[in-house]
């Protein structure tokens, strides 16, 4: 069993953490922390985790950096705002500990790009160096070996996954895409914010973050790597009603000499040995990835307007999040990849 | 007082007709039909509507021609499935009756197009000369003198209202338009398919009908007159786990020599007499017209990209189907086009 | 036009409020205070209602007192939290103003009672006589008179309108009575608590504030009140993941004497003048009512067990608050009771 | 591996089994039957499954007795429509092959009950004394053994649990029981019926099934087995807007000498060695059931009222469905319990 240790697990993504760890069968939870709940039961607060394990008989713990680098977890997983995960990180990188890091605080490789998207300084820049993009379809050799992992970000999954081997292939042009997605709310997090009540999303559908959503700088980072050019996208982010789930869909041109009849079979080439995407003819459907590590990926071709139209869908705090972070952490750990993730 | 006839009135777009015009202050329901229903009383049908007045206590017909032309009604709304309404509008319009069709039937000025896009010949290709395309904010001198008007779908009006007055003004170039919309399951009417079952739509967001929606006809039809050439868009709709309402995001690019701050200024200068098109700054969300037969209209302009992002939201019931048809008719009848129209 | 204002117009049932005056044909809203908006447009804020008339137009002001006595209105709705309400409510009284009270201030006859259910002492004790229930189908005439209503609360409205009449009639026994009813998540108000998030409601029913809910205390007030003996019974809420209604079903026993076959004609001879209550057979649903100010009601008898199962539902924000509130100020006023409320 | 058949694999009980067994670690699905989808793979009608092991490449067969009959498995679970269901067991069971039934059909020990309930005489009678009633944490012992095991109900299950520890020690007086139940819409089933659309059942809350919906059946049947008198209840199910889960509240007397405080007790002892049935003074919410195979159950008294007041929740389709007939299953097999079930 490998020892980690879960900070920040009161927040959607902590929670869903929590209860994949809670059946993984290589991880013990060691420490869990909150600000909010330190000293309560895990189980009372998080009761659905109740009798599912050790993990509900754990104590919260308050978030220090003392008292995490004393604990006996040799994996950390960071469950914190940004901004907050770059102060945990670094003394655990530090100290020879290996982190999961949900947050965006180490997804760039540019400190500058961080800084235009989210309108500070970087708070540990000297780690973005070593830090690498946890999406393990892409990274996933780079990631084995990281000390410190920055798990990619929900929106970015549902576009990178389908768009990157179309641009690696040089079957779709990188000059002319846009990304309408729409996410569930528990994407906005579990904060006591009136815009995100039950009576303010329920039948209510709406764009919000234009034109530059913060997950547009990770999402062209990756498709410029796969481009081996500078891509710039329209990214349109909505607010749907539902809990979990992010649908993506994309607009794209045909690279020169690419055809309508490469993309869908350039799609399953590239995810032919992967357990976590489903490449298919169906359009896809959030339903089906609910609850799950799966990203399921279809393509269209509008022929008399000479676009190619992808579409995603995932579950945006498993593979958009928690998921994605255990799969990162297995595959650090020299684990079976999918463990605790085959639901 | 006007009276009127509503020819199919259980569905999701009739039973909307029916909740509007038992408030109208002008119009006088004289007849309701409906296959499944006749013989029974409104009120027991569509139990929200007891007590609204005299409406709830007339009985559903069935819907014969001959009964229809017997009866004491001037205009007649059409709410039924493409391809039966037809059926119905001739007789009626060789009667010298008012039609207000809700379907597709008459929307396409081509019955070619007609074919291409329903898959089958037409029914009545005759009358589509006379027919007008029943999107008051753009048509409406034509609208009011007319014997045959074919309501606006609940898409085409979220994707005419924004793109327009900015083909018509020269600020949006016709040839790079792609368009995402989402709409809610009464879209989908009220047919019994597992489909559309609560347990397949709830937590369920999937695009459908790809790449070439039957909705995508009309909407060219108009974006191209209005543009004065020939217009192709890409056309993405979706299912979203809601009951009401439409939001669209419309991608495009400026026409040569139209700037940035052009956008907004000209969807308010198209607007600004009008009482059902609301542009503002503010992000449209559905929940705000929800119930009302207004359109909402934002626009943003990604300077990065250099694309124009329209975004739209309307009642798909109302401003796309039965606030429409009221709209109509209340131009056709001479009366106060917002009669019962301001909930 | 009756000159009103609306205090604390800012959450649902204030809202809600906003929505009904604006399409009130005699009455006119001249101001609308919000503590967190003020200075703001009521447009900008309830974007829902710009273009709806005059009263988007409207600035909120700060809910001061001197502001309010100065302002040019005959009618005060408060819209406030509990407590809040009382210290508006007796300054504007003792300026010989008229208030429509929609919190639960003054609905309890004895502030002891307050006290006990509501855990502090009672703000403004000596109103407590001179306020009138705010419940248009149990005391029409002592509201047309009165200068305090207190509009009763949306649980009570669903228990009471049932019950009272065959607590009257002496066809329910008065000691046997057991409640079980399911809000909509609006009825927890437009609060920034994490447990009324889209996430956390969604997918939730749960039962809360067992076993002595607030509303209890008027709940048997009136019910004593129509029994003319003490009356104990037992409520138990839920939260339901809906944004608006209520459904109350309700558990008792035949008084003796009585007969099962003596239950819905009295609730149809109890209701047949009224306009807001709609007894039936069919077992009534909350889509039904949503957005009206309607009460259905039915009844069904359990031969088996030899217990009465009563049934009802109204929309919480309309019948349950602001339209209630508006039906109780159309009789203070003289004015038609249903102005307004026929939607 | 213990080979088992799925007989009705795509409503939603079937489709939840087909999930549950995929990821069993000592079950193996040799034949999986749909009328509807025989000769698609699985994962083509169930989606969600794909990619989940070797379950999803399994073909649908039409559900033939001779073909299950001829098929290699040891364990064949029906999850048909009620009367279907007694066809298929009849030979299964004369065969020598072990049954576990999600219907109604052998729920009843007294085949007048059925006709009474079920309106039609039963189909298989001679099979009632041979079946046991699934429910483990009542009737565990004579489930290991059976051949043939009735799987208890969704709504009996929620209230069987919390009342009968109480009715067998005495607590609970059996003569005064009333439920109010709530069940999410996959309980009605995956048919095509516009009772269940997404437009019909969103936003509504209804009662329905009044006053002897034939679960009360089975209800009462255990009940009296607990209480060793007849016990008759009065039973209320509603329809609730979300997909999964059953909450119900029980209203019911204290026994002469029981004490308040020996509620909370008894249950927690009754349930002191289950995995699946969690006993907490917190209020039972099905969002924290959803999905999992626990049954949570908490109690509070209303001491003004003399009144216990029972809750309980559990995901109707795993508890109440397919987690269950899988806990069947494992006690039929000699498994853990809990195999495939702590999700």
Do not use: W
Not at 245 to 259: S, Y
Not at 294 to 299: K, L, N, R
């Amino acid at each position: 069993m490998v020892n980690v240790a879960i900070v920040g697990a009161n927040g959607y993504s902590g929670a869903e953490l929590c209860a994949i760890l809670a059946r993984h069968p290589a991880a013990e939870v060691v420490a869990v922390t909150s600000r909010q709940h330190a000293g309560k039961r895990l189980g009372e607060v998080l009761p659905r985790l109740e009798g599912c394990g050790p993990l509900a008989a754990l104590a919260f713990s308050e978030p220090s950096r003392d008292a995490l680098l004393a604990c006996d977890a040799e994996f950390f997983f960071l469950a914190l705002p940004h901004g907050l995960a770059a102060e945990f990180a670094a003394p655990l990188c530090d100290a020879g500990r290996r982190v999961v890091d949900l947050s965006a605080d180490f997804r760039l490789r540019d400190a500058e790009v961080y800084r235009e998207f989210y309108g500070e300084p970087h708070g540990a820049g000297h780690l973005l160096g070593r830090a690498v993009y946890g999406l393990p379809e892409l990274h996933r050799e780079a990631i084995r070996g990281a000390s410190l992992v920055a798990s990619a970000g929900c929106y970015p999954t549902s576009v990178l996954l389908p768009l990157v081997p179309l641009l690696r292939g040089g079957i779709i042009a990188p000059g002319d895409i846009a990304v309408s997605s729409a996410s569930g709310v528990s994407g906005a997090g579990r904060k006591a914010e009136t815009a995100y009540l039950y009576g303010e999303c329920n039948e209510s559908l709406r764009a919000y973050g234009l034109p530059k959503h913060r997950h547009l700088s990770e999402i062209e980072q990756e498709l410029s790597l796969a481009a081996e050019c500078p891509v710039v996208i329209t990214f349109v982010p909505h607010l749907a009603p539902m809990t979990r789930g992010i649908h993506t869909t994309i607009f794209a041109r045909l690279a020169e000499g690419a055809a309508e009849a490469d993309i869908l079979p350039a799609l399953e080439a590239a995810y032919a040995g992967e357990r976590f995407v489903r490449v298919g003819r169906a359009l896809p459907d959030t339903k089906n990835v609910s609850g799950t590590n799966f990203c399921d990926i279809s393509a269209r071709f509008d022929g008399r307007a000479k676009r190619a139209i992808l579409l995603s869908v995932e579950d945006n705090l498993v593979k958009g999040a928690a998921g994605q972070a255990v799969q990162n952490f297995n595959l650090m750990a020299g684990l079976d990849e999918t463990a605790g993730l085959i639901l």
